[in-house]
């Protein structure tokens, strides 16, 4: 008998493949109970058990462990005051040259301007007040996206 997996209809945000009725398929003996039909924010299973990895095997995972290692080169930037005013200064403490996008929280891009490392200092007294996304670039990579507060 082939467990009934848990696909609502219309969908439900967090449904996947991983989820089971439970309450049917769950043995304490030996350990093998699936997760209940619903997870929380960052929850993840290291042993989902051996119903679980034959359902993987099923839809062609061969049980292999695949991983690389991924280099994330932190620049070291600060931005500041947050909340601000009418300037922002932008601190990078890595050579070269930077351009730094601002967004609203529409995505519409209301300011761009190029930066070399050092200190630069952003005019937003011509913006409202809300929150902006500030995006620093180097190349074609985004390598910091914060929030700023304009009051």
């Known amino acids: 008998m082939t467990p009934a ?7 439900e945000n967090g449904s996947s493949i991983a989820h089971f009725d439970e309450n049917l398929w769950s043995n304490p003996v030996n350990n093998d109970n699936l997760m209940t039909p619903y997870t929380y924010p960052g929850e993840h299973h290291h042993t989902p058990g051996n119903t679980g990895l034959g359902l993987m095997k099923d839809i062609g995972w061969d049980g292999s462990i695949y991983y690389s290692f991924i280099n994330i080169d932190k620049t070291k930037v600060e931005i500041f005051p947050n ?10 403490e890595d050579s070269g040259r930077y351009q730094f996008e601002v967004y609203n929280i529409y995505g519409q891009k209301v300011k761009s301007e190029k930066a070399i490392s050092g200190i630069t200092k952003i005019d937003m007294s011509n913006l409202d007040s809300g929150v ?8 074609n990579e985004t390598s910091i996206s914060t929030r700023v507060i304009k009051r």
């Open 83 to 92: 909340p601000c005013e009418s300037m922002v200064s932008i601190i990078s």
């Open 132 to 139: 902006y996304i500030f995006n620093l670039t180097s190349g």
């Open 5 to 11: 997996l848990y696909a609502p209809s219309p969908y």
